[in-house]
Structures are given as C-alpha cells and as structure tokens.
C-alpha cells in the first residue's frame, strides 16, 4: 500500500502526528516489497515463494499485496509438510528489533488477510517471539484452534492465553478480504474482524511480563518454534497493511485504520513529491517518466489514483498538481521562449545518444529523448506564451506561431 487511503487535511495530519508518531511501531503496505513506512525504520525481508499482486482489499483501493507459498494458495493450500518439503516457503522476516517486545504494555497488531475458500491448514498472520512452549509472546494467526478463525495467543513463559473469534460468527475462510485485529489493553486480550469485537480475554494474570527470556524473531506469514526456532504454520494466503502500536487502538481508530487511514500516525508529505525534497520540480516528473518507461508499479507513482502507473499520472502531476504546461522546461509555471532557448542550449536534439535527455532538458514526453515528439506533446497542450496555468479554464488553442514551429520541429532532421 504505497501509503493509502484517506489522508484528510495537512492540518490535521500534522497535528495529529505531533501527538502519535511515537505510538505506531511498525507499518508495513506490503506495496512490492516489505519497507517499514513508520518512523522507525523496521524494513523487513521478503524470503522464498511469495509475491506482490494487484489483489487487493476494496477499501484500499490500490496498490498490492502479498501472497504467500503462491502455488499451495492457488491450488488451495495443502498441509505444513508439503510446504516444509518444498523447502521454498514464503513469509517475511522482520529480524528482531526490541521495539516489538511490549513487556507488560499494551499493544495492537492489524492486518488485512484473505485465505482461500475453506482453507482448512492454520498459519500465523503476524508473529512475535515464536510459538509454542514458553518461547510465544504475541501471535494474531489464522484458525489456532480448529474452530476459531483469528486468534490472538500470548505466552510469558507461565501462562498462555487466548482471545478467540469463532469461525461461526465470524467468517473469514469465504476467499474474501477481512481486516483482524489483536491487541492488548491492561489485562484483557481482544481480537477484532472487520472492525467488530469478535472476542475477549478478561482473565490475564498480574503481572503478566511478555518480554520474556529467549526472543525469537518477529515474522509476517509464519511462526517459529520456540525450542528449536525452526519454522511453522506457514499462512498460505494474502496479507496486507500490517501494522503494530503500542498501545491499545479505540474502535474508532480500527475503522480509520480498515480504511487505510494512518493519518493520526505518518504524514503524507507533498503528492507527487517523489525525492521528498519538499518541492515539486523537474526531478519528480523525471523519476515518474522513468517509472512509466520501465513498466514499473509502485503506488506512490500512481498520481491520479486509478490502480496504474501510466502517461496519464503524468497528465496529473504537470496540470493538477504542479499547474504548469508541458514545456515548461525551467519549471517556472509558463512556457515561452525561454524554455526553449534552454533546452536547445543543451544540445540534445535528436543526438545519437539514446535515453540522455531530462525534462529540463526537453524530454517532455516522458520517453528519455529530447525530439521532434516532444514538441508534439508541447505545444499540443496550448501552453505556449499562455502565461500561467489558470486554475479553471477552457483548454487554450495553439497559437498560429506554436502551430508554425511545430511543423518545423517535426520535419526529419539531421542527426549528428
């Protein structure tokens, strides 16, 4: 998830980011890779047979998610020895970072899953500090114990305990998305579906210390055996949108969270600002050609929202978001002469070398050249010698003189 969903006003997001930031420990979109977007930096590492899809929950929207052992998941899954044999098993390892060890505090973990129909093999969603025995400190997994489809299971060595929510009543082995949530608050125990209490814990004892005395590794998609750290309960299935708190979410919060709301949490920055320099300028619209140019998918390039990257997120990154035309090589918000002594200043009209040419320096159709298209592309769009972009207005005609030096520029012309 590239970060999704609705990110309300930027004076919201910063005030609420001066009071949360430090509560969300790590968020993880699963959006092509395993990054952590918090401000804490617990990237993890994608490991064996998974893959980034376009499959994703509808009140996301866009972006990907991971599919885990995609060969067992597709066929239907199959059980822990099969995947064990195959030696290719897929999940993801978040090392061991003691930010995820809450000792006796409150915690929440939430998650997007979807399994297919009727899965009947149980696997771990997110886990910390492995999983059976002593060694289990947190674990929200897929069909624990038979007949419960979340559960949240904690362990200090002495005592395990469990949040269950009933397959019967809440359904999440139907092939669709479901958002699950587990989280601590003081001594009860909480699973959440689809934002709906599902179950409760009200018998934790005092205390009750999760941090344990052997820590093994947080994982997305499977857990570890506490004795011999080897691998189990593999999820066969999607994932998406993990994230963990310090601290237990309101069922308000859930919502916004389902909804791909981390506002309270992470600040957006800039649309469009891909470097993250704080400005929109010649550099973003490079990286985003680029993107476009390489058939690449990541959502933070997928400018006007529609599930894609493509020429038409940069229609929205030149007229919406930095308002100017195409040709404004100087990114000064108008096309005129001066642009194109410039970029003709450079020298890289129709040379011999291929994929050379920048915005600023002509390569305004996004293909990496600075040619006769380009110009296409320019004057086209009616900017020339318009002044600035209004901010509504009818699309402007070509001027006369534009039309002129654009039969000009697109006769063939010499290569040197």
Do not use: C
């Not at 205390?207 to 998609?221: E, F, K, R, V």
């Not at 470097?275 to 985003?288: E, F, M, S, V």
């Not at 096309?335 to 040379?351: H, K, P, R, T």
């Amino acid at each position: 998830m590239r970060i999704r969903g609705v990110f309300f006003t930027a004076l919201l997001v910063l005030m609420s980011n001066s009071m949360a930031s430090a509560d969300l420990i790590g968020y993880w979109p699963l959006d092509g890779d395993a990054t952590d977007l918090s401000s804490n930096g617990l990237d993890g590492e994608a490991i064996g047979d998974l893959s980034f899809v376009d499959d994703v929950p509808g009140a996301l929207g866009s972006g990907k998610s991971l599919l885990l052992n995609t060969q067992f998941t597709l066929e239907g899954g199959v059980d822990q020895d099969t995947i064990i044999a195959e030696d290719n098993a897929g999940y993801v390892d978040l090392g061991n970072p003691d930010l995820l060890n809450f000792g006796e505090n409150d915690f929440t973990v939430a998650a997007w899953m979807k399994v297919p129909e009727l899965l009947t093999y149980r696997g771990n969603i997110f886990s910390n500090g492995g999983d059976n025995g002593g060694g289990i400190r947190y674990v929200l997994a897929y069909l624990e114990t038979g007949s419960n489809g979340v559960v949240l299971t904690t362990d200090d060595n002495a005592t395990k305990r469990q949040a269950q929510a009933p397959l019967a009543e809440f359904t999440v082995d139907d092939g669709d998305w479901h958002h699950v949530v587990g989280q601590r608050s003081g001594n009860e125990l909480r699973v959440y579906v689809d934002g709906e209490l599902a179950a409760e814990n009200l018998d934790l004892p005092e205390p009750y210390d999760l941090s344990g005395t052997d820590q093994l590794p947080a994982y997305i998609g499977v857990g570890a055996d506490a004795g011999s750290g080897a691998f189990e309960k593999f999820f066969q299935g999607w994932i998406d949108d993990v994230a963990v708190w310090d601290e237990a979410l309101s069922e308000q919060q859930i919502a916004a969270v389902m909804n791909g709301d981390f506002s309270p949490w992470i600040s957006v920055g800039t649309p469009g600002d891909f470097n993250g320099d704080g400005t929109l300028d010649a550099a973003d619209i490079d990286l985003l050609s680029n993107e476009i140019r390489v058939g690449g998918t990541d959502s933070k390039f997928d400018v006007d929202g529609d599930g894609s990257v493509a020429a038409a997120d940069r229609d929205e990154w030149v007229i919406n978001l930095r308002h100017t035309w195409y040709g404004d090589a100087d990114m000064n918000g108008i096309f005129n002469s001066g642009d194109l002594v410039a970029v003709f200043s450079v020298g890289e009209y129709e040379d011999a070398t291929p994929g050379n040419s920048t915005w600023a320096e002509g390569d305004w159709d996004g293909n990496g050249d600075f040619d006769s298209g380009d110009f296409v592309v320019a004057f086209s769009g009616g900017g020339y010698e318009q002044g600035e972009r209004p901010a509504i207005a009818a699309v402007p005609e070509p001027s006369s003189f534009a039309l002129m030096l654009l039969g000009l520029w697109a006769l063939p012309r010499r290569r040197r």
